[in-house]
């Protein structure tokens, strides 16, 4: 079983303060390090048997090794003061050869650009391969909704009527640019989205001009699932060629949904749970091709949870001194690449790190900002290392503040939890993945193997 080893190591006399979250050799996962070298990071079914929890839960890093364990939080906020008393500013950094004092990431003021997308709805919606600006200005306001309604009582509802009044006069205006956006192919359906998001909106005002605030949040939700719905069908098949190298490998051409059916065995609060995961194959076809294909083998079903530790869950070690998925064809273990999509590339780069390829700027198209965001574990130090093992990210913390953290162009995600997410925190080590099951997108998956393995 996996288990994580947390150390910290720092040193005055050298240049880099590393924070090595190193394992076992059944687990693999993450290794960071700052650097101040220079001055300058529906139509399925989910539930959950919920009870309030009786105390509360404070989750933090710890290891196997009691006298090791420390409060991460604590430890992130001293780092920081220490690194700022010698550089003025932190910086991020992963140092990898003799001319690494170069190679530093902008102060955080420069890569927080806005308010981050934390939604995984909306990150999904804005991963697609599309432009159409008229589509997401109706999208927006809709999504904006759901700041207006942290405002206290039915003064809320205010500013949700801006949000529905700028949405409409968008879809009114741009409808003719929404359509000849669609693929000729998808046009028709797409067109019967639209026409449902038009009702929609009329009967939101309904909701609004009766000042029912509970009513807002689910016809919002119900809106935002035509506007994907008809971004989907703007995208006219699979927007580019895979490399050569990989071509043959298990490949999802577009996006797939898996429903990840767990058993809680010593959760008084939570006996089962069905987290609803969106996998897209568009931004990470080799990484999520690999996840739906092993689903198929039924590989997932009957694991434990192997890492829980307020911080990420992670699965994917199989018993025995494999790491990783052996595939009974040839015997070995099935490794893929590293694959990440930067924002404003139309296809992955694949084998390094962005950091290794010097886009320190570079934001990826599907970041580390969402609570249950999906990512392929892999060894320390090799990138293309990654097979079976994968991890959900449970918080943000001072190393993971979303569009400014230090897992974005290290790790590939190629999904979101997108139903059931908050429900990941209780998971413990032991609890059981009963199954996992392909809902929707498996005709998206080119050269399964699991067929050929029968």
Request: glycine residues 8%; hydrophobic residues 35%; contains cysteine.
């Given at each position: ?7 910290l ?7 880099t303060?590393?924070i ?6 059944h ?10 070298t ?6 399925f ?7 309030p ?5 404070h989750s933090?890093?710890h290891?196997?090794?009691?006298e ?7 430890c992130?906020?001293?780092i ?8 003025g500013v ?15 990431l ?8 806005g308010p981050?997308?934390k ?25 904006d ?9 039915v ?25 000849s956006?669609l ?19 009329d009967e939101?005002?309904l ?20 506007v994907?719905?008809?971004?989907e ?5 699979f ?6 190298e990989?071509q043959?490998m ?8 898996v ?17 609803h995961?969106v ?16 689903v ?5 079903d ?6 829980a530790d ?14 990783g998925?052996?595939?009974?064809s ?14 404003g ?5 694949y ?7 010097g ?30 093992q994968?991890?959900?990210l ?8 979303s569009?400014?953290?230090?897992l974005?162009?290290?790790y ?6 997108t139903?059931?997410?908050d ?5 413990k ?7 996992i ?7 998206n998956?080119?050269n ?7």
């Amino acid at each position: 079983m996996a288990s994580s080893i947390i150390s910290l190591h720092y040193c005055a006399n050298f240049p880099t303060t590393p924070i090595l979250f190193h394992s076992n050799k059944h687990s693999k996962f993450l290794n960071y390090q700052f650097s101040h070298t220079n001055v300058g990071l529906r139509s399925f079914t989910t539930r959950c048997s919920y009870q309030p929890p009786q105390q509360p839960h404070h989750s933090q890093f710890h290891d196997k090794h009691k006298e090791k364990s420390f409060c991460f939080k604590q430890c992130a906020i001293s780092i920081a003061l220490a690194v700022g008393l010698i550089t003025g500013v932190p910086t991020f950094g992963w140092p990898n050869n003799a001319g690494a004092a170069n190679s530093v990431l902008p102060d955080l003021s420069v890569l927080i650009s806005g308010p981050p997308i934390k939604d995984p709805g909306a990150l999904l919606r804005y991963a697609l391969p599309i432009d159409n600006k008229a589509i997401r200005e109706v999208q927006k306001p809709l999504e904006d909704i759901t700041d207006s309604l942290k405002i206290a009582g039915v003064k809320a509802l205010d500013s949700v009527e801006r949000n529905v009044r700028q949405a409409s006069r968008a879809l009114k205006q741009g409808k003719s640019l929404i359509v000849s956006g669609l693929a000729e192919s998808k046009k028709e359906h797409g067109v019967e989205l639209l026409d449902k998001l038009e009702t929609g909106m009329d009967e939101l005002e309904l909701i609004l001009q009766d000042r029912n605030r509970d009513a807002v949040g689910p016809k919002q939700k119900e809106l935002l699932q035509y506007v994907g719905g008809v971004e989907e069908d703007m995208v006219d098949g699979f927007p580019y060629e895979v490399p050569e190298e990989y071509q043959n490998m298990p490949l999802l051409k577009g996006r797939a949904a898996v429903d990840m059916k767990v058993k809680i065995k010593d959760n008084p609060n939570l006996e089962e749970c069905v987290f609803h995961i969106v996998l897209d194959g568009y931004n990470a076809p080799v990484t999520a091709g690999n996840f739906i294909d092993l689903v198929e083998r039924h590989f997932y079903d009957g694991m434990e949870i192997q890492r829980a530790d307020g911080f990420v869950v992670q699965t994917g070690d199989p018993e025995g001194p494999a790491e990783g998925f052996i595939d009974p064809s040839t015997e070995k273990m099935r490794t893929i690449p590293l694959e990440i999509t930067v924002d404003g590339e139309k296809a992955p780069v694949y084998g390094e790190t962005l950091e290794e390829l010097g886009l320190y700027k570079a934001q990826t198209k599907l970041p580390f900002n969402a609570f249950g965001t999906m990512a392929m574990a892999r060894d320390e130090f090799e990138d293309n290392s990654g097979s079976s093992q994968v991890f959900w990210l449970l918080k943000e913390s001072e190393l993971t503040p979303s569009n400014a953290n230090i897992l974005d162009g290290r790790y590939a995600v190629f999904g979101y939890v997108t139903k059931n997410e908050d429900f990941l925190a209780d998971l413990k080590v032991g609890d059981v993945i009963e199954s996992i099951q392909v809902v929707s997108g498996l005709d998206n998956l080119a050269n399964p193997s699991y067929k050929i393995a029968g």
